[in-house]
């Protein structure tokens, strides 16, 4: 659980184990809201949870999509 009202992006790659690159690769893309506060770029936990479950499933329960 996410506690915090907005994440850095190195917070958001440490709550998701996702690298930095990938992170901003995904922001790039537009499958990832960010947003910008002077140089910060911030993201909702919310948006980080919805990137996360948009991404595709392995194994077992890719078979059952």
């Known amino acids: 659980m996410i506690d915090a009202e907005a994440l850095t992006i190195p917070e958001a790659c440490a ?3 996702i690298g930095r690159t ?8 537009g499958r990832l809201v960010a947003r910008k506060l ?5 993201i909702l ?3 980080l949870r ?4 948009s991404l ?3 194994g077992r329960g ?3 999509s």
């Open 15 to 17: 709550a998701s184990r």
């Open 22 to 29: 990938k992170i901003y690769q995904a922001i790039k893309e």
């Open 38 to 42: 002077g140089k910060k770029t911030l």
């Open 45 to 47: 936990p919310s948006d």
């Open 50 to 53: 919805d990137f996360i479950s």
């Open 56 to 58: 595709p499933l392995m």
């Open 62 to 64: 890719a078979e059952m």
